[in-house]
């Protein structure tokens, strides 16, 4: 069965471009998130999604930040105009919840890692 | 958000010996995990937890969920090379709360 698939994988850009990261969840999964990680501040939550529709995007650090689910497969991470320290890796992970409870199991695509130059 | 306190942030172990490892929070959780990341990839569950002083295990890797639920462990027996990685602990405040917190992980090396 495929994963959750991350497109791309790497990402070097220059300060002030826009960046749109990618990702189809597994099949089945009506929760979607995003996180970033980096060595200073770790795994942090940026956004998530339950059947398409935006819960959660308290982490999103700010405006030049948005993310989209526009279907049930596929959603989007834009940052425009990026930064340097947008540098990081982002990752996409999908769950669903068995009989509506949450086991806190969720499933992580290869992640984007972006250079912001 | 929440803070999970792992500590220390990396451990180098001999192969064959066996590493512990826990993760502390301020907050009380309902639900503990333990993830494992391997370098390129994104981190894969590798022991959940629910009730307070649950003790599960999982081949080689024995977790508990602290009797005060605000803290948790993992340790790994008799080490091999293959456990190298990033090992985060996470935690899940409440049913119904989806925002699952993560700490900054234990890089764990193992020395052949």
């Known amino acids: 069965d495929a994963g959750v698939i991350q497109s791309p994988r790497h990402e070097v850009t220059e300060m002030g471009q826009e960046v749109t990261l990618r990702c189809k969840p597994i099949s089945g999964h009506d929760y979607l998130f995003w996180y970033r990680q980096t060595m200073m501040r770790g795994l942090e939550l940026l956004i998530y999604?339950?059947?398409?529709?935006?819960?959660?995007d308290s982490g999103m650090p700010e405006d030049r930040f948005s993310a989209k689910m526009p279907n049930a497969s596929f959603s989007t991470l834009k940052i425009q105009p990026s930064e340097p320290r947008d540098s990081a890796v982002y990752f996409c992970?999908?769950?669903?919840?068995?009989?509506?409870?949450?086991?806190?199991?969720?499933?992580f695509g290869e992640g984007s890692r972006l250079t912001v130059l | 958000g929440q803070q999970l306190n792992q500590s220390p942030q990396s451990m180098f172990i001999q192969e064959g010996e066996d590493v512990s490892m826990n993760c502390t929070s301020s907050s009380i959780f309902n639900t503990w995990l333990w993830y494992k990341q391997e370098p390129g990839e994104g981190p894969v569950l590798l022991i959940a937890?629910?009730?307070?002083?649950e003790l599960t295990s999982n081949g080689r890797l024995t977790a508990q969920f602290g009797i005060t639920r605000k803290d948790s462990f993992l340790n790994i027996s008799a080490s091999i090379p293959s456990d190298v990685g990033i090992y985060f602990c996470?935690?899940?405040?409440?049913?119904?709360?989806?925002?699952?917190?993560f700490g900054k992980g234990n890089q764990v090396v193992v020395i052949p």
């Open positions: 937890l629910y009730k307070a002083g």
């Open positions: 996470a935690g899940l405040e409440g049913y119904g709360n989806n925002r699952l917190a």
């Open positions: 992970a999908s769950s669903f919840l068995p009989g509506g409870q949450n086991t806190g199991e969720l499933f």
């Open positions: 999604f339950n059947n398409n529709v935006p819960i959660d």
